[in-house]
């Protein structure tokens, strides 16, 4: 039921961006509506081969790409990128940030599928040592906080740019990342050493959509070269 409302404000927003000819907005918004549709076809998938872990991760990856397009349909909308404070070794280790916090969803997906919530006991799980998927994991969360940590700092001591409010803007979206992933980090904890009760795998699946939206607005908004003319 949720697929319609989606479809239909994916459509509503279709026709937004043709009724205001921003070409460069037109296949962003056209992806969200395929995506959606594409959705739909992996559900179906999903249920075919019983729940099994790769097709429900599936799932989920396509759901962060769309997240990723609705954050740049979003962000262009705002005429955004503009002029970025950071340098170009900010730059890359923004990237980095952002490439960890993927490969971190996609390891979780691993974690979840290796995990006892499978949707029911006969749903099909993966043959590893969960514990060793969810170190894997933990350690890959500890590795994103040192590079996001990096990135307040180049942030942080960057010499003034010719946009001051910029950078200003940049660290209050980087402290609203910091925090989201400290939320997130002990959400997991908490997770692990409680038995990974239901409630609290909800709570990180929202937390994971917030850290992901977080890092997707931190990338798009630090794609621009430094020295470009502000919009």
């Given at each position: 039921?949720?697929?319609?409302?989606?479809?239909?404000?994916a459509?509503?927003?279709?026709?937004?961006?043709l009724?205001?000819?921003?070409?460069?907005?037109?296949?962003?918004?056209?992806?969200?509506?395929?995506?959606?549709?594409?959705?739909?076809?992996?559900?179906?998938?999903?249920?075919?081969?019983?729940?099994?872990?790769?097709?429900?991760?599936?799932?989920?990856?396509?759901?962060?790409?769309?997240?990723?397009?609705?954050?740049?349909?979003?962000?262009?909308?705002?005429?955004?990128p503009?002029?970025?404070?950071?340098?170009?070794?900010?730059?890359?280790?923004?990237?980095?940030?952002?490439?960890?916090?993927?490969?971190?969803?996609v390891?979780?997906?691993?974690?979840t599928?290796?995990?006892?919530?499978?949707?029911?006991?006969?749903?099909?799980?993966?043959?590893?040592?969960?514990?060793?998927?969810?170190?894997?994991?933990?350690?890959?969360?500890?590795?994103?906080?040192?590079?996001?940590?990096?990135?307040?700092?180049?942030?942080?001591?960057?010499?003034?740019?010719?946009?001051?409010?910029a950078?200003?803007?940049?660290?209050?979206?980087?402290?609203?990342?910091?925090?989201?992933?400290?939320?997130?980090?002990?959400?997991g904890?908490?997770?692990y050493?409680?038995?990974?009760?239901?409630?609290?795998?909800?709570?990180?699946?929202?937390?994971?959509?917030?850290?992901w939206?977080?890092?997707?607005?931190?990338?798009?908004?630090?794609?621009?070269?430094?020295?470009?003319?502000?919009?």
């Open positions: 039921m949720l697929t319609f409302v989606l479809v239909a404000l459509i509503a927003t279709f026709v937004w961006v009724k205001t000819g921003r070409k460069n907005l037109r296949l962003l918004a056209l992806l969200q509506i395929l995506g959606i549709l594409g959705q739909g076809v992996l559900g179906g998938i999903t249920v075919l081969t019983k729940l099994n872990p790769a097709a429900v991760a599936s799932h989920l990856i396509l759901s962060i790409f769309l997240i990723y397009g609705a954050v740049l349909l979003n962000e262009r909308s705002r005429d955004y503009k002029a970025s404070p950071l340098t170009h070794a900010g730059v890359l280790v923004v990237r980095v940030v952002f490439s960890l916090t993927l490969l971190v969803i390891v979780g997906t691993v974690v599928g290796t995990g006892p919530h499978a949707g029911d006991q006969a749903a099909p799980r993966y043959n590893f040592d969960v514990r060793m998927v969810t170190w894997l994991h933990a350690d890959l969360v500890i590795a994103l906080c040192g590079a996001i940590f990096a990135m307040y700092l180049l942030l942080k001591l960057a010499p003034i740019s010719s946009s001051p409010e950078r200003t803007n940049h660290l209050k979206l980087v402290k609203t990342f910091i925090i989201l992933v400290f939320i997130q980090g002990g959400i904890y908490l997770q050493f409680t038995g990974v009760p239901i409630i609290l795998v909800g709570f990180h699946l929202l937390g994971l959509s917030l850290v939206l977080t890092a997707c607005k931190l990338l798009v908004r630090t794609s621009a070269r430094r020295d470009a003319k502000l919009s």
